[in-house]
């Protein structure tokens, strides 16, 4: 893959507050190289622009770093769980991609 290109799989969680926001936590690794590699191109709140893909679905977005998992966090918009027949829990397969494409 190229720099900024990554494969990995997560789990789907729901955020525990007044908001139904869903979300896969990056792993530690991967975050870490996210950090280095987008440190002076960072946005408001730590946010890095991606363009994900899961299953059939691609589209862009941002992460955000979470200070309490000491990793970058994406979030999971309903349009795309509802496509991808995904809910709480499941595994999911993501590609990313730093930037916008």
Known sequence: MAAGDYRFDAELWRYQGD???YFVT???DISDEIAELTEPDRRGFGSVRV????GRTTWQTSLFPDTKA???VLPIKRAVRV???IDDGDPIAVVLHIGDE
């Open 19 to 21: 908001a139904a926001w």
């Open 26 to 28: 990056l792993p530690h």
């Open 83 to 85: 496509a991808e027949s």
């Open 51 to 54: 363009t994900v893909t899961i």
């Open 70 to 72: 000491g990793a970058y």
